[in-house]
């Protein structure tokens, strides 16, 4: 098998062309997106990736999760796919790349292919996963998650979304529940283009990250059930007032982000108060805390921490407490094999480049069980992401997707 000659390049203008189309479906307010997955902006970008791939040559197979896999038969039948792809679906006020980079950074890799005519022994798939985000239906990367293994199908279709929605039922309704039990497809390898979401690739003007591991992930959910009473007649020492024990958990939250770090991240993206009215003691609160650490055991201290303290804080103010664990994953460790062909990609290219923990978390993370995986990462501006805001350049996304190409052509190998 010879090596892809390393001055095949891929076509950053097509590219970066499609990046821009896709993100014309879903429009946010401030020009970025609002696809949120299972919607019908979510179906609209699913059904124009697959025109794109129909037009390469490219069939599609639709898993019961959803997840998508376009493929490209290789010279040899008998060997398993190597798979790239990432996520189409987007965060509420996401940015135009997260994910939908690593999916069409693909498939320009395959449009590469056919114009150069170019064989390979193994068959290769693009992939998008399934609601990797975990926005409107929790935990993120839930489909990937099944996909490997780590979660119920059931389980993951009874996911409700805050209208009551099940995800089984949003899927079916937007006609991607396919006929493929899930899990089903196996893989030789499989490699996702993302963007880094932090600063350090930008502030360090380094092109590519080779991601050797990602970071781990607890999502815990904290009920609080407290009195609803009168805001203005009630007195203060008769309040059971559900909305304080929530801002004294948010401070915790931040205490023991602190107190681990410089790695220990923690923040409350989602709240729900209840009732939520001007002047009504809030007699209930729901939210989730968002911790993150690339060592387990300083994961496992946040997580006890947190639990000890909620605990505390809410038998001072006489509050009911649940607490419920609803996402998470342990620190992963890529495939050396597969970090080494990104890092030579990178180095035969002339891209500076440097080894990186993933601070966010991939469908990369759950498919790394069940398969050899890497990630290649390309910078952001300031680092910024989940934001509308989120911006990179067109010389960024082509460098990640020339290293794509050309770690995933030597996995897949040149048949001449
Ligand atoms: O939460 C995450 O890290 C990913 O963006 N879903
Ligand atoms: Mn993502
Ligand atoms: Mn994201």
């Not at 407290?226 to 203005?232: A, Q, V």
């Not at 038998?315 to 342990?330: K, M, P, R, S, V």
């Amino acid at each position: 098998m010879t090596e892809p000659a390393s001055n095949i390049r891929i076509n950053g203008q097509r590219l970066w062309d499609s990046l821009m189309d896709m993100a014309k479906i879903g429009p946010g307010v401030r020009g970025g997106n609002n696809r949120q997955t299972l919607t019908d902006s979510d179906k609209q970008g699913r059904d124009l990736f697959t025109k794109w791939c129909e037009h390469q040559g490219l069939t599609m197979g639709v898993d019961s999760m959803g997840n998508m896999f376009a493929r490209r038969d290789g010279t040899d039948p008998d060997a398993l796919p190597v798979m790239l792809g990432s996520h189409l679906d987007t965060q509420p006020t996401g940015g135009k790349y997260d994910g939908v980079l690593g999916v069409l950074g693909a498939l320009e890799v395959i449009r590469t292919l056919n114009d150069l005519g170019i064989k390979t022994k193994h068959p290769i798939e693009i992939v998008n996963w399934t609601n990797e985000e975990g926005t409107r239906f929790a935990p993120a990367m839930v489909a990937s998650g099944v996909f490997a293994g780590i979660h119920a199908q059931d389980w993951a279709y009874d996911r409700t979304d805050a209208d009551g929605l099940r995800l089984g039922d949003e899927l079916e309704r937007i006609g991607y529940k396919g006929d493929e039990p899930v899990g089903k497809r196996k893989m030789h390898a499989f490699f996702e283009l993302h963007i880094e979401q932090g600063p350090i690739l930008e502030d360090e003007n380094i092109d590519i990250g080779v991601v050797t591991h990602g970071q781990g992930l607890k999502w815990i959910q904290i009920t609080l059930t407290g009195k609803e009473s009168h805001t203005g007649s009630t007195p203060m020492p008769k309040r059971i007032n559900a909305g304080l024990g929530m801002a004294r958990v948010t401070e915790l939250v931040n205490e023991i982000a602190l107190a681990h770090g410089p790695n220990g991240v923690g923040a409350i993206g989602h709240l729900e108060l209840y009732p939520n009215s001007r002047n009504i003691i809030p007699g209930r609160t729901v939210f989730t805390v968002d911790f993150r650490h690339p060592d387990k055991a300083s994961l496992e201290q946040m997580d006890a921490k947190l639990r000890a303290g909620a605990e505390k804080i809410a038998a001072e103010i006489g509050l009911g407490i649940e607490i419920e664990q609803t996402g998470g994953f342990d620190p992963v460790t890529f495939d050396e094999g597969c970090v080494t062909a990104v890092r030579n990609a990178a180095e035969s290219l002339g891209y500076t480049h440097r080894n990186i923990v993933s601070g966010a978390g991939h469908d990369a993370c759950w498919i790394n069980r069940v398969a050899p995986t890497s990630m290649i990462m390309c910078p952001c501006v300031d680092g910024l992401s989940h934001n509308e805001d989120e911006e990179i350049s067109k010389e960024w996304a082509t460098a990640g997707a020339d290293v794509l190409f050309h770690a995933v052509v030597e996995a897949a190998q040149i048949v001449e």
